[in-house]
Every structure is written in C-alpha cells, then in structure tokens.
C-alpha cells in the first residue's frame, strides 16, 4: 500500500512568484500577458489605484480588497498575481540584490531574529495591491516589506513543495 506523500507548505520564493505570475510570458509587462492594464472593452483587468488615488471616481472596485477571481486568471490559471493584495516572498530584501546573486541560484535568504536591526527583517513583496499605482503590478516590480509587521494590503500565496521522495514508495 501506498502512502500518501506529506507536504510542505512555504512561502514562494521571488523567482517562484515571478514565474508563476509571467504564466509562461517571458516578455509581458503585465501577468494577463498585456501591456496595459484595461482590456479591449476599456474595463481595468486587476484591483489597483487607477490615475490619481480618488478611488470612488476613478474605480468603482477600488479601495478594498476583493473576493479572488473577479479577474481573469494568467495564462497558467492563477488568479490575482497583481492586484487586490501584494505577495510575501520569502526572499531577503537588498536593494542591490541582483547584482550580487548568481543566476543558477538567484536567491537571497536570511531569516531573521527578533533582536536584529531592522535592515535584516525585510522581505521581498510583489504584485502590487488595491491601494498601489499600476507600476507596482508589472511582473518585474519588487518592493518590500518588514517581515514582523502586518499590513491590510499583503497577503500570501502559498507553495507545496514534497520533502518525501516519492520513488521510495516503488
């Protein structure tokens, strides 16, 4: 008989998230594969600040978080990977952090303690939410986050990774 494997759920990484959300589009700016972020009919495509912030005018579906799947999903199936809420990674954030990781392994990872400064605690967000402006949905667009603090604003997506080999059970 076979066992069911555990699993192991975490965090993304930055180049998981950003994968995930190309949907398989190397060059699109944007995860529904576009460069801009209304359709063909002029409906905005994502849960973000449009033009200058007066959320009531500008977007009946701003300043709040909406229900997953008002949207259509990228091309791999996931939904909201820019806007409504921005995602934790579990990347340490450093502002010159692609220039000083390698390309096989483009990670940067650091977990830190409660006692360290406040430089060490930050973590990599991305997607872009409700409240942020369009350039904080672009697939490429990083910012961050202190890993100790909530905000109304990020969320998390989470990943399952196996730890059991699953030919042991052959």
Known sequence: MKETPAHDFRLPTESEWEIAARGGLQSSL???GS?????????FVANFKPRRGN???????TALTMQ???FDPNPY???D???NVAEWTSTAFYESG?????DLNPELQYNAKTDDPPVMKRKVVRGGSWKDMAFFLRTSTRSFEYQDTTKSYIGFRCVRTSFRNDLQNY
């Open 30 to 32: 944007f995860p529904w």
């Open 35 to 43: 460069y801009y972020t209304r359709n063909s009919e002029g409906c």
């Open 55 to 61: 959320y009531v005018a500008d977007s009946p579906t």
């Open 68 to 70: 997953v799947g008002e």
């Open 77 to 79: 199936g996931l939904y």
């Open 81 to 83: 990977m820019a806007g």
């Open 98 to 102: 692609y220039d000083v990781v390698g």
